[in-house]
């Protein structure tokens, strides 16, 4: 048995989740969790007081076991990412099965989720979603450099994104879209512990491909910016031709599809994030695909929800 | 004799003015000074590299001749505007007589600018602006808890300000918005020295009032957001009994308006702006007024253009 983890302020400059979190432990009623037992966390408080994304490393990244396992990392995240799974791990003191991460960005995204991975449990609660928000969902998997997200150490779970927003803003409509997902996210898990989790016949989903850089110059500055009909255009299809950079002397670069991706849609997701510039992502490219919603997905979480404990 | 200098970084995670400066260093024909001799300047560096709006204090709050003067002093931003001030001020080595700094703010001001004081040729210069582009101007004194603009301490000079934009993000069009109103400024400057600044009959100007800060608890914490209602309203009016602030119970607090404000016409400024939650301000109240264009302002700029240097 467990609860279901939700967390707030996993990076530190992203406060619409954590005053989310805050309005709930002043208002006991204020979310409606479905009869869920719910635990709220804040991930990275000392982050969240110095305003910034995290102190030592991204937590975010940091939930890899074989960094966790490294005694000799003192990182102020792995610590946290270390204390989160002893408390509130499925093997925890206070174990949890399904963990709802809630991040915010600077990039156009919407309202949307983000799995890790092709865990059955996961792709049937985002089809799930998807069926009743509308949200799309990127599937962010095999990038090597990208990896240790914290969702992927719970037996199921999600991220859901809302921008844009800026850092360090809290923004009444983002707390909302962010609540809307969350409540209806416990809805479902809800529904499927009570064995009866409707499903759409299909998902859409963004598969993510890779990531491209802003061109840079030798000493590693940036040579030029996103495009500007390329910013807020986060989702939309990129065809072979179409803007997506400005440089240095006022030219237009254009996008050249790779030859694997040939034949395929190609959507930009987290098109000119704040955070991402250190990582050396100016955006993301994902293959949208329409996927059969199968079965066993469906079972997968119906399985897994048995284990919710009542609120 | 002098120059006109073009400050942009003067906060280091406003990164879209530094952006401009850069592409002109790249370009040198990229911006139309129209004849004039311009300098531009990196604010702070440090700060720029750093992704911080400053590394010590506000830059912007650190030209203030007694803060200067104080040799125990040595906070890195006031190293900074000492040194901005042998080299480039009135008297210095390199002098300039004009100074147009460059920011951008996570509010939805537009495109604006923002003047100190009540300077005969700063007047001149922004209701030309005005005219040529529409842009409202933002008139800020009297608040002793927010002094030392770096403009103040030369003869003549405006903030140049454009939202909305996330810190730490260089938007394409943001950058083009801040080129429009600076080469403007230049034209105009440069009109001023041949003697024909062309000026309306009368300037709009939001005179500034005061601040309101979040309702908070005796902890300091926040006890409410900004209202939904209110967010990227800047510039419009505000009434009595209209929303402000959304506290934790999800109340609406609404507008009273203090009693020297009484018949007057009021419009917030810097809604949310993310760097002014240290400083204790959700926004700043602002009387609009409708001033006539006096003879002696233009007169005092056309003076003062008339020194500047040829390109």
């Not at 991930?43 to 995290?54: D, H, K, Q, S, W």
């Not at 074989?66 to 792995?78: I, M, Q, S, V």
Request: glycine share 10%; hydrophobic share 40%; net charge negative.
């Amino acid at each position: 048995m467990g609860k279901v983890l939700v967390v707030g302020g996993t990076h530190g400059n992203e406060c619409n989740a954590p005053w989310l979190l805050k309005t709930l432990r002043h208002v006991p009623a204020g979310l409606d969790t479905a009869g869920l037992a719910v635990l709220p966390l804040l991930g990275n408080p000392e982050a969240l007081a110095a305003g910034r994304r995290y102190l030592d490393r991204d937590l975010n990244r940091s939930f890899e076991p074989a960094l966790l396992a490294d005694p000799a990392r003192g990182e102020h995240e792995l610590g946290l990412a270390r204390r989160w799974l002893d408390r509130y791990g499925p093997q925890g003191q206070e174990p949890c099965l399904v963990a709802l991460d809630l991040h915010s960005t600077t990039a156009a995204m919407g309202n949307c989720l983000v799995a890790y991975g092709r865990r059955p449990a996961d792709l049937a609660l985002a089809a799930a979603l998807q069926q009743r928000l509308g949200l799309p969902l990127y599937l962010h998997e095999g990038d090597p450099a990208q990896s240790g997200y914290l969702v992927e150490r719970w037996p199921c779970g999600l991220v859901i994104e809302v921008g844009p927003v800026p850092q360090g803003v809290i923004q009444a409509r983002v707390v909302e879209q962010t609540r809307l997902a969350l409540e209806e996210a416990l809805a479902l898990l809800a529904e499927a512990r009570r064995g009866g989790l409707p499903q759409p016949r299909e998902l859409v989903v963004h598969v993510h491909h890779g990531s491209l850089d802003l061109p840079r110059h030798g000493d590693g500055s940036a040579a030029a910016v996103v495009h500007p009909q390329r910013q807020n255009r986060d989702w939309q299809p990129l065809r072979a031709g179409d803007p997506l950079f400005l440089d240095q002397e006022g030219r237009t670069l254009v996008y050249e599809p790779p030859a694997e991706l040939a034949g395929q849609t190609v959507c930009p997701v987290f098109v000119n994030e704040a955070a991402y510039g250190e990582k050396g992502i100016a955006f993301s490219l994902t293959s949208r695909q329409v996927w059969p919603v199968r079965p066993e997905w469906t079972e997968a979480l119906i399985q897994l929800a048995g284990g919710l404990d009542d609120a």
